[in-house]
């Protein structure tokens, strides 16, 4: 049975979003604090993760950080807040989704399909990857290679990467990125987009890529560009 991590310091949330779990075939492991969260996610498999914004010893922000920086498990931040600034560091620190209390059970488990169905790939399409110049990236195991150097990257920077290197030249506006990777049911605002195209470009500059770039077309969108498109 998949396991699910729940990360809440309310106990009688942590128990109806484990009733919920199991109703959708998930074995639920609950932590109470950021510390063990942390501490579970290491010793354990969890195909994705609830993680609560406020909670002792770790915040939601800090725990998704640091699993962002070895891992690209699907993670739905959960808030009794709903400010956009709140929402919009979530996304831009790593999360897959974003939901505000109160909620129904029946929400959160909609948005675990909708976020794991969106990371659903054919296995043969990931196992071979695509290659473009001294740039490899394989979706199945969520790998990224400039000049054999590898670029750690969350699920949606991946996501974009891999959808503008498969489209090569292609325009992709943020509502069609939005749709592609977030899903018709995403209520946020669509600049979460231009927040993961800059995190991206960042990370991708740590390594030299002169003959490729993620281009901005001004009023349009964005474009995964060769410098030779014979390469």
């Given amino acids: 049975m998949d396991k699910i991590l729940i990360a809440d310091d309310n106990m ?17 492991v609950v932590a109470y ?14 195909e994705i993760i609830l993680l609560d914004v406020m909670m002792p010893k770790k915040d939601g922000f800090e725990v998704c950080r640091e699993i962002r920086k070895i ?4 993670i739905i931040m959960i808030t009794a807040r ?10 831009d620190i790593g999360a897959d989704d974003y939901i ?8 959160v488990m909609a948005r675990i399909r909708a976020v794991l169905r969106r990371i659903e790939r054919k296995p043969q399409e990931d196992a071979e990857g695509i290659s473009y110049d001294n740039l490899t990236v394989c979706l199945e195991k969520g790998l990224v290679l400039i000049d054999g150097k590898q670029i750690i990257l969350t699920k949606k920077e991946l996501g974009i990467l891999w959808l503008l290197l498969e ?20 209520y946020g605002d ?5 927040s993961h195209i800059k995190r ?32």
Avoid at 33 to 46: C, R, S
Avoid at 71 to 74: C, Q, R, T
Avoid at 82 to 91: A, K, S, T, W
Wanted: proline share 5%; aromatic share 14%.
């Fill in 12 to 28: 009688q949330i942590t128990k109806i979003l484990s009733e919920f779990a199991r109703k959708e075939g998930f074995e639920p």
């Fill in 33 to 46: 604090n950021g510390e063990e969260t942390v501490q579970y996610f290491k010793n354990e498999h969890f």
């Fill in 71 to 74: 891992s690209n498990i699907p």
């Fill in 82 to 91: 709903g400010e956009d600034f709140e929402r919009i560091m979530g996304l």
């Fill in 100 to 107: 505000v209390k109160p909620f129904s059970g029946e929400e």
């Fill in 167 to 186: 489209n090569k030249e292609k325009i992709f506006s943020r509502d069609n990125l939005l749709d592609s990777l977030w899903g018709y049911d995403y």
């Fill in 190 to 194: 669509n600049r979460t987009v231009d």
């Fill in 200 to 231: 991206l470009r960042a990370k991708l500059d740590i390594a030299p890529h002169p003959n490729w770039q993620i281009k901005t077309i001004w009023g349009m969108g964005y474009k995964f560009e060769g410098v030779n498109s014979e390469i």
